[in-house]
C-alpha cells in the first residue's frame, strides 16, 4: 500500500527557514510524479511546487524564489526547502503522489500533513 509521511514542519518567525520531507513508499516512483500542496483554513488546497518523472520543476508565483523541490534517495524522499518565509505561509502542508501534480484532481495519493506556522 502507498504510505506518505511528512515531517519537519513547526512554528518559524517571518524571514526563517523550513525544510519539509516526505518519505515515501508503496508504489513504482518513476511512474509517477511528486508535489506538495498547501491549505489554510478557510481555503482550498493549493499546488505549492511539483516535479515530474524527468526533473522539472512548477512553482507557485507565490513562493517562486522562496521555496525550492526536490528528490533523494533513489526519488522515494521529497524535499521542500522554504526560505524567506511569510505568514502567508502559514497551512498544512500535504505531500503528493499522481499522474499530474499541479492540481488536486491529478494527485492519487496524499500524505496526512504537516503544520507551517509562520509568525510576523
Known amino acids: 500500500q502507498v504510505q506518505l509521511v511528512e515531517s519537519g514542519g513547526g512554528s518559524v518567525q517571518a524571514g526563517g527557514s523550513l525544510r519539509l520531507s516526505c518519505a515515501a513508499s508503496g508504489y513504482t516512483y518513476s511512474d509517477y510524479c511528486m508535489g506538495w500542496f498547501r491549505q489554510a483554513p478557510g481555503k482550498e488546497r493549493e499546488v505549492v511546487a511539483a516535479?515530474?518523472?524527468?526533473?522539472?520543476?512548477r512553482y507557485a508565483d507565490s513562493v517562486k524564489g522562496r521555496f525550492t523541490i526536490s528528490q533523494s534517495n533513489a526519488k522515494n524522499t521529497l524535499n521542500l526547502q522554504m526560505n524567506s518565509l511569510k505568514p502567508e505561509d502559514t497551512a498544512m502542508y500535504y505531500c503528493a503522489v499522481g499522474w499530474a501534480c499541479t492540481v488536486v484532481p491529478g494527485v492519487n495519493y496524499w500524505g496526512q500533513g504537516t503544520q507551517v506556522t509562520v509568525s510576523s
Open positions: 516535479i515530474d518523472t524527468d526533473g522539472r520543476t
